[in-house]
């Protein structure tokens, strides 16, 4: 592991090319201005990558150099390739950070790693959304207060169709009566999973200081503890085997 | 659900049907031997499958008239059809139990509803195994005692790359110096995944008494307590939205 | 265990004996409700029993007959008699099932149970409350649809301090704008538990179709599943110990 | 937070006082080993506290000063004051990390914060005990291979009558034929706690270089990330309550 904590932040950034109104609030893409964010926290190296790259911008010799991984998509899933979900998928069980945001509940990677569905209630009618910090001892959480608000967002709501988080962190109130766990915490293999709920393509979410705040801190969290490929050996045995005699 | 827990036990069945050494010890498969422990047990009604039938013995109508899949595999992970995996793995998210046994760790459906790598260690040597229960309370360990020996196994040994089991119930100790969970609970979506360790080709595990008693429990735990297909709906606000005024 | 499960519904009756508000909500005390409600499910043997009867009606003869204890208190935590609390506690960890109620959050029994402060928000406002069911496979969520609705309650919220669940399966929303983790489940040595956030002396809550029905689906779930008394066992060693002689 | 983890390491110092044998090992009390242990991986301020000092040496101004403290009790676990049991209590669970050592599983600190027996099985027959990593991208397990080595020590075997830990890091194996969930993370309030198996009176457990080696990585794993006092607060609504007017 480097000193600095590489990330790199992953944009399906197609919206972005073709809708005025996304492009009026990420004229560059959603990914820079992540990118921007983080860039500005300190400690953090951070490059980009988007779908049309050449193998989506996360070739194998990009992946070993990545520390922790932010995946942002929407409308083309369908369009990742699988070669690239399973190498990405390697590398998260072999110790790199995800860090899945928004509609990335439904991306390849996100649903391989949890197992499940990742379904969910979704509702667009720009409401109001308070998410409640339920664990401020939690890394993640640092600098957040009891709770902080987003004015205007898609409605995510339960049941969200997730393996129990082994730590759910934010529990996001609706305007609209809804309910959602909008923080959650996984390991798989060596690595760590962070979902979080905020983001949207319309709505200026990454701009939001407690946003940032909260992307920030998920990746000092989410960088590998280890690094260790996958192996499945067979050992002498260390103790007399007696019984095999019989 | 039917009355009697519908169980549907799969087995590759091609070691059988190839190699004396297995044919000696389960000579119409290991199948057989699994479905005549649970018809004996009563409340269960038991068919097989096997890799080599049509569809792998699984089409649509069978899964459907399936409350509780046992699954063992060894050589032939390789040859289930992905489209199959998928079917089974969309029935245990909408409630379907699933018990993979041994060699199934490196089953396509065990690796695609954990999520993770589902390797571990592993030796041949004929010895002695101890499996401690450390949950006398669950359902699964119901009429076992504080432990229950195997006389002659192979060895699998941690680290088993699995998530961290909602409930682990078994614990083995091996002559040869080794650890394993054995016993491990999860939920996924709505079903039941219960995975357990022994079970062996030329071993003859699946005649244990003791066994025979973890995997009749444990089709009655597997059970579905309810069966829902997925959605991801877009339901109206429940309460009146003002902030969108905005 | 009897075939009928042998319920203990207690409650501090103390409001109901001094305040005339509380009174005319629950004339013969709230246990009386939560009993009529258990006796009218069927397959429940329902006793009551309250603070101010000797050794507050669970004496061990008692608590041996129970296979689930229902818990209500609010003002007298204070006046529980610690070695009650122990009496109950030891048989929890034997295997009886243990309901806490609303405010019991901070009876003697939960937090001991715990090893938490068990510590909340709360508001006095009579605002709606919207329960999610989280968990629709869950058996104490049987018969329970996405969500239920009270429409006047005493608010509680984030922070709850508790362990985390091993089973999250009511969510909460406020009309004030908090959230909260109103339905959790835990075991405990053989004993399960469940805390359930509806209850209040002065609003009808426990009148309500939807709690009744979560309360008799969670006496069934909490029912015992063994019981076993606490050792510490010497035992003789199950293989040589070769290594001692040095 | 001072710069330094400020560690207390705690000892009942009863044994080491009275018999000759266990004064041969630990000539200054086992505190004094393990002090030295952690004082040499640098990073770390270490003191010491005993049962016979007044307030066993945990007074308010010494618990408001420790960041980690560590506990070995063995047959004196009922001459710790409750009071001093009640203000650990509430430091763990304000933010303050805690460490028990092998014995101590039955400590009043312990059992407290675990809200169960703490029970388990033990023999005194100087056998080898095999200590497994299952964790290794873990912070306690830095520096720890595969598995380490205990020449000769007391076995503790399932089932240990603990909650299901957050995480499970060791299982032990045991020459005598049992196993053992030797390293157990959990968090409790705002504070972590390990439970760490190895350790005892007559065997030089503490002069161990893995065993040191854990205890220093857990000193750091378990330091506060926050530290926060309980409350119980009485907010305002953050929204409009229209309800209440019905």
Known sequence: ?????????WN?????????AVQKVYPDGMHMVIKKALDAAGGLEVRTATLDEPEHGLPKEVLEKTDVLTWWGH???????DEVVERIHRRVLEG???ICLHSAHYSKIFRRVMGTNCSLKWREAAEKERLWNIEP?????QGIGE???????????ERFDIPTPDKLIFISWFEGGEVFRSGCCW?????????FRP??????????????????????WAKPRIIKADSCPNPKPLEPIRSAKA
Not at 1 to 9: H, N
Not at 75 to 81: F, I, R, T
């Open 12 to 20: 399906e950034f197609r919206h972005e090319k073709k809708n005025a």
């Open 147 to 157: 709770y902080f608000e987003l004015p205007h967002v898609e409605m995510y709501g």
């Open 1 to 9: 592991m480097a000193d600095k904590i590489r990330v790199t932040v």
């Open 75 to 81: 409308v083309a899933h369908g369009d990742v390739k």
């Open 96 to 98: 790199m950070g995800l």
């Open 187 to 195: 390991e798989r293999g060596h690595g760590r999973i962070f979902y």
């Open 137 to 141: 001892g939690h890394p993640i959480t």
């Open 199 to 220: 983001g949207h393509e319309t709505f200026p979410i990454f701009y939001d200081v407690n946003v940032q705040k909260v992307l920030v801190n998920a990746c000092r």
